[in-house]
């Protein structure tokens, strides 16, 4: 569904500058006129408005959130602890038993053992006194 509505913003941002070229006062060529370079330019100007309307629209819509919940993401990560209840990416249950630098081992209910990535921790749950 995502790339489908990626080709469409695509799409979108493409079709505009064409759209508009067709737009374009053609430029006089008479001798008298000498602001004819001018006047080309600032025809531009409306399509040069919607492209940064557009690609400010897409920043703050897209990928600024996205930026928001990888440092979220991040920090959480950065804080855990030996102890922390946690859930991983495949929605395994755990509490961690070691962290290293890039991993940490998850004790899951049946008493087993897992190594997983840091980065695959999605959420830590509260601990049962705070609960």
């Keep these: ?3 489908v509505l990626g080709f469409g913003l695509f799409a979108m941002l493409a ?3 064409l759209a508009m070229a067709g737009c374009v006062p053609a430029e006089s060529t008479t001798a008298a006129s000498g602001s004819s370079t001018s006047s080309g330019i600032l025809s531009y100007l409306p399509i040069i408005i919607i492209l940064v ?3 400010g629209m897409f920043y703050f819509l897209m990928v600024r959130p996205m930026r928001q919940r990888e440092k979220k993401h991040d920090e959480m990560v950065q804080q855990l602890d030996v102890g922390s209840r946690v859930i991983t ?3 395994v249950y755990g509490d961690i038993v070691s962290v290293s630098q890039d991993s940490v081992v998850v ?3 049946s008493g087993a053992t897992m190594r ?3 980065g695959s921790i999605m959420a830590v ?3 049962e006194g705070n609960e």
């Design 1 to 3: 569904m995502k790339k």
């Design 15 to 17: 079709a505009v500058p």
């Design 53 to 55: 309307l557009l690609f």
């Design 89 to 91: 990416a495949g929605g």
């Design 107 to 109: 004790k899951i209910e």
């Design 116 to 118: 997983v990535t840091k």
């Design 125 to 127: 749950r509260p601990t």
